[in-house]
């Protein structure tokens, strides 16, 4: 490789790199931002607005029930599938509900509801709000003294940090129940036993570990999608972009912060 | 000094750049409190900028804009967020916010910054949808309303805190005569009932010579005549001229384009051509 373009890979490099951390800055502009309207916002007029709390909250939560349930329910059964042979080989057919639960609670259930929350909220919430910015609405709210944090992104952030711990709970659920149905039917496992089984295994860090990156994962999706959103220019295109954006990044940061933080809980809890 | 002789908007030298072009080059004005001011000027000149920078959406590059003597463009997020509360404005497409209803537009202003209880402010948005004309439209969503009846609501909503000066982008463009006859009444009215300073951007030359006590022509970023509308009548300027009588040809071009026309269709440059 000559010296020319190696300097210019290099340079390639460098600006995806500073990229990120711009982006990384921003979001973390944004975060602060946000914790400082909310804790200003719970002491001092004008309020957070409890209303539109709730009904985001029932937005981008409730209204997500039956798709998560219906993916976690596969996703418990195609485990009971594939983990059934290779428990049997070794004897340990038994242990099925043990292994599903683990996989489950601290991992499955979170990270899949939460890649599939931020198709179905995170996209919702950078398109209304790339289509605001468009339609001056932003600035509207902006020269009226009411603060477009306060008014727009707290809500959101409160409501999709509580209802993807709440998600991750039903997930977590519904999945090892799909793993259980499995079991009941084709391998003829007890269902009783299996729940059982399941109880046994479930230790507080698997549970806990579950929930709480629940909740980072649902701060994720809403402040990406946010960001995205409130950052729009360039008419429906711009929309679009951020729309695409907020769930490829937002899916992708997922990724990786549950893998930093299941390192991170393994060694530390 | 008297409170009656300070200007309520002064605007001091102001420079604006846009990807190094000079949108707006020192603009001086003072406004004085209860004058209906307006700022004309062919597309493209510079006249949504000023708007925007005098509300304080954008930052000057050079000079200062005082709103009841405070420095907008240095003024930290509180005092700016007073001073916005004693304003007004309708934005050129309304700028309703779309998940919300008519009656909830007009009411958020006083539900954000009023301790009003929910009754009282029922009362106040039926008071000021009355004022538009638009009083039964309480339960539709704005897509279901015409660009008119928009901009209407977006009036209503800029008034719901009676402001003492009140900012127009544009606020005949796109309407009917009658429409536009409409919303210049209401203009002159607020200025004449409630004492509102009004300061109007628009093209509209007639709703200009209504409408105004003053007129100011900005043209390529500069103001090139200020004066009361009885100067606009029959004006010497001939850039001035051709705007005010709507001419097709004089010393505003149509076309913007800096190369030269025959050199740009053939694919040449101009001393290569035959």
Redesign the interface.
Known sequence: MSATSFVRLLERVGAQGEGLLTYLGGLGYLTLDALKHTLVGLVT??RIKANETFFQMVRLGVRAVPIISLVQFFVGMTLSFTLAPVLSDYGQLDQLATVIAKAVFPQLGPLLASVVLTGFAGAAIAA?LG??VV???I?????????PIR?LVVPRVIACILMTVALTVLANIVGTTGGGVIAYLVLDIDPWQYYHTAIDALIVKDVATGLIKGGIFGFIIVIVACYEGLSVSGGAGGVGRATTNSVVRAIFLIIAANCVFTALFYFVW | MSETAEPILEVRGVHKLFDGRQVLNDISLMVAPGETVVILGPSGCGKSTLLRVIIGEYTPDAGHVYLWGEDVCCAGPERLDKVRQRFGILFQSGALYSSMTVGENVALPLQEHTDLDAQIIEMVVKMKLELVGLRDFENLMPNQISGGMRKRVGLARAIARDPEILFYDEPTAGLDPIATSVIDQLIIDLRTKLGVTSIVVTHDMKSALRIGDRIAMLYNGEFIAIGAPDDFRDPTDARVRQFVEGLADGPIPLRVSKTDYLSDLLGIEKQDRP
């Open positions: 007029r004008p209304e289509t605001m339609g001056e609405e600035a509207a709210l902006r020269t009226s003294a009411i603060h008014f």
